[in-house]
């Protein structure tokens, strides 16, 4: 119970104020804890940070799977037009934690087999798999066009949902479904025959 109100309340401040901007102190005063309570549950801050980027990553996953799940697409179109919509709708719901990846995440690891890093870029690699999957799908299908090379428009595609995501989050870009809408018509025009 006290490591959710910690890990709730270190999202929270960490959003708020960013992760070398929160000292643990004023974590605890805010959790309503001990300072040395929140070291029983985690063994530094980078580990409190860490597991929030974990359950991130593991709620992105779950509600993914749960989305496709209940669509149910008929073809690999749809399917690739249920995993944008449904990165796109968890990071607007999550706003907060993804200020974490955002903002925080760049400077809060130092290599690329850093945990940080490493589960940043689960999140990547899951949902660009599951767009690059859905994508050969559709080419042995036929609703996709058979010289769209798989991996290399997977990342085309997740990297401009990433970018669109990071700006709508900056303020730089309004948060729109038409904004959404559009991508998805624009790729999927490029995907089909």
Request: with cysteine; hydrophobic share 40%.
């Amino acid at each position: 119970m006290k490591r959710d109100v910690i890990l709730d309340t270190a999202a929270r401040l960490f959003a708020e104020r960013g992760f070398n901007n929160t000292p643990t102190s004023l974590l605890a005063k805010e959790a309503g804890v001990a300072e040395g309570t929140i070291f029983r549950h985690f063994r530094t801050k980078d580990d409190i940070f860490l597991t929030l980027i974990n359950n991130v990553k593991n709620q992105l996953i779950s509600d993914i799977e749960k989305y496709l799940e209940v669509r149910g697409p008929e073809n690999a179109l749809e399917k690739l037009e249920s995993v944008i919509k449904s990165f796109y709708v968890f990071v607007k719901k999550n706003n907060m934690e993804f200020c974490l990846i955002f903002r925080d995440a760049p400077t809060r690891y130092g290599q690329r087999n850093d945990d940080v890093f490493l589960n940043i870029k689960e999140i990547y690699t899951y949902v660009t798999n599951y767009m690059k999957d859905a994508i050969d799908e559709g080419k042995a299908e036929g609703t996709i066009r058979a010289d769209i090379t798989s991996q290399e428009f997977a990342d085309m595609l997740m990297s401009t949902m990433v970018g669109l995501v990071r700006a709508m989050h900056f303020g730089f870009i309004e948060s729109s479904d038409d904004i959404l809408k559009t991508v998805i018509e624009s790729f999927s025009k490029l995907l089909t025959k």
